[in-house]
């Protein structure tokens, strides 16, 4: 099955800086990896995903970068700021369909120096 | 979007009761739903899908008999952890894709549910 990697599992950034975070999948066949940010004791929320016809797509100040062939994919946000202190998860999918089910990466959490 | 809810957001039970966790769908009908647990400050790991009308489909190491899960709506999903053990205590979320979604696969989560056992 499915096994996505995420890396750094923390990151401290100045705020006003950048962060990227890393995630490798490792079934080809996946074709959507969305973003979430979680909360303290919340749901996930999806922040922006990319399917596998896209190579990179921008939403303000979040990005997400895809490499189908090293089966990488990246998260980038600039211009940070404190709100945006979370876990943030990557996520792989096969299909599009609502029985395609969703693997997690292991997280990261985001803090953002004042 | 979408709105899916859970209840209960917290339940304490004692060692060796069984409980049940509801997710429904509040807006929107779902063929499948999906259930996870989440341990503190690790990630949402899959248990499994749960299919309107037929059985469940479970993840590897996954115990079936212990994390019983029937979808006989197309709006509610029921997870019932039996027998609760101290090491069942976790934070569970399910989550679905509303199919009216046009080139949307949004997967929509609950708010989730703490679960203790004591």
């Known amino acids: 099955g499915e096994n996505v990697e995420q890396h750094p599992s923390t990151l401290s950034v100045q705020e006003g800086d950048s962060a990227v975070i890393k995630c490798t999948y490792s079934?080809?066949?996946?074709?959507?990896f969305p973003w979430y940010k979680q909360e303290l004791g919340k749901r996930p929320q999806l922040i922006i995903d990319i399917r596998s016809n896209v190579g990179e797509k921008k939403d303000q100040r979040i990005a997400v970068t895809l490499n189908k062939t090293a089966k990488h994919f990246s998260l980038h946000i600039t211009e940070t700021q404190p709100e945006d202190s979370a876990v943030y998860f990557c996520?792989?999918?096969?299909?599009?369909?609502?029985?395609?089910?969703?693997?997690f990466g292991s997280g990261t959490r985001l803090s953002i120096r004042p | 979007g979408a709105v899916v809810s859970q209840h209960p957001s917290r339940v304490i039970c004692k060692s060796g009761t069984s409980v049940k966790i509801e997710c429904r769908s509040l807006d929107f009908q779902a063929t499948t739903m999906f259930w996870y647990r989440q341990f503190p400050k690790k990630s949402l790991m899959l248990m499994a899908t749960?299919?309107?009308?037929?059985?469940?489909?479970?993840e590897q190491g996954v115990e079936k008999d212990k994390f019983l899960i029937n979808h006989a709506s197309l709006t509610l999903s029921t997870l019932t952890v039996t027998s609760a053990h101290p090491e069942d205590s976790s934070f569970y979320i399910c989550?679905?894709?509303?199919?009216?979604?046009?080139?949307?696969?949004?997967?929509?989560f609950g708010p989730g549910t703490r679960l203790t056992v004591t």
């Open positions: 749960s299919n309107e009308g037929s059985k469940a489909t479970y």
């Open positions: 079934d080809s066949a996946s074709n959507y």
């Open positions: 989550s679905a894709r509303d199919p009216r979604g046009q080139g949307s696969y949004e997967q929509y």
């Open positions: 996520a792989a999918a096969t299909g599009y369909s609502s029985a395609s089910k969703i693997i």
